[in-house]
């Protein structure tokens, strides 16, 4: 069966400092990858996806970047957080050619 | 602009008691249609969807959701909720089916005893 790992769980980084955050999936091939962050008391917002190595698609224009070094993980970067980066960032997965997304655990992240 | 809503914000309903949680979207074609739900400090997860076909859907946990074309509408409902079922439940919409979702905002469900 298919899973879907990120870490840290967790993560206080000072403003200014880098970020990675890191999504990887297990018992697929070439699955479309996603990026989402979700803001204090508001819904989830698409930040980038990917349907290969290489191919990275941004939603919206922001503080972070994204990045596909291998069929099965996806990283999430910054090069200098903003306080505003704060939030909860979930990976999420879905089969080639498929509509229904998966979700990771989430990563958790405070910006102070 | 394509838009998915969520009317309610927060709902508390008792146990043993149904509930109903309303989704309505904009646009012109049937897109599909998802429903999750979040734990506190977790991700989300798939409790059912809506692609073609019976317009009455099965999920998870006990859960079914009906869309209504007329209404734009995909409430989903359960009838005897559980101490269990509180949690954030969102609503989602693929519009073109490339795989990108659009989410509602949410709506918080508090159960009470």
């Known amino acids: 069966s298919q899973t879907i790992h990120q870490w840290p769980a967790t993560l206080v980084q000072p403003v200014g400092s880098p970020l990675s955050l890191e999504c990887t999936v297990e018992?697929?091939?070439?699955?479309?990858l996603y990026w989402y962050r979700q803001a204090a008391g508001r819904g989830l917002q698409l930040l980038f996806y990917?349907?290969?190595?290489?191919?990275i698609s941004s939603e919206v224009p922001q503080n972070l970047s994204a990045s596909r070094p291998q069929d099965r993980q996806f990283i999430l970067s910054s090069k200098k957080l903003l306080l505003s980066d704060s939030g909860f960032y979930l990976c999420?997965?879905?089969?080639?050619?498929?509509?229904?997304?998966?979700f990771g655990p989430g990563t958790r992240l405070l910006v102070l | 602009a394509q838009s998915v809503t969520q009317p309610d914000i927060h709902i508390t309903v008792s146990e043993g008691a149904s509930l109903e949680l309303r989704c309505n979207y904009s646009?012109?074609?049937?897109?599909?249609l998802f429903w999750y739900v979040q734990s506190p400090g977790q991700g989300l997860q798939l409790l059912l969807k809506?692609?073609?076909?019976?317009?009455l859907v099965q999920g998870i946990k006990g859960f079914e959701a009906e869309f209504k074309r007329s209404q734009s509408s995909f409430n989903l409902r359960k009838p005897s909720v559980h101490w269990s079922d509180a949690a954030e439940y969102f609503c989602a919409v693929d519009w073109s089916s490339w795989g990108k979702l659009q989410f509602g905002a949410g709506t918080q469900v508090v159960v009470t005893p």
């Open positions: 809506y692609f073609s076909g019976d317009t």
């Open positions: 999420a997965w879905s089969g080639a050619g498929e509509e229904t997304q998966y």
């Open positions: 990917s349907v290969g190595i290489g191919q």
């Open positions: 646009y012109g074609a049937t897109p599909y």
């Open positions: 018992g697929t091939s070439n699955p479309n």
